[in-house]
């Protein structure tokens, strides 16, 4: 997940596309409360929404990629 990340942080047409009409922001990856799996495992923020909504990734996903992949949505 990290590799499709930064790959749409390097390339600036893919951004404006994820950004329009997706509504999905790499720069509002901050979020105002921390947010955490039942496990405690904690969920880093990514990517912001225009409503204010957050999208993370799953720490243990980041450590094991072999992990399903668990990409939350907003709001969360």
Request: charged content about 35%.
């Amino acid at each position: 997940m990290e590799s499709l990340i930064a790959a749409v942080r390097e390339q600036d047409e893919a951004a404006r596309f994820l950004a329009w009409p997706g509504d999905f922001d790499l720069e509002r990856g901050d979020h105002v409360e921390d947010v955490h799996l039942a496990s405690g495992a904690a969920l880093e923020g990514f990517a912001g929404d225009g409503a204010g909504g957050t999208y993370r990734l799953d720490e243990d996903r980041r450590r094991d990629p072999r992990q399903s992949s668990r990409l939350l949505s907003p709001n969360l």
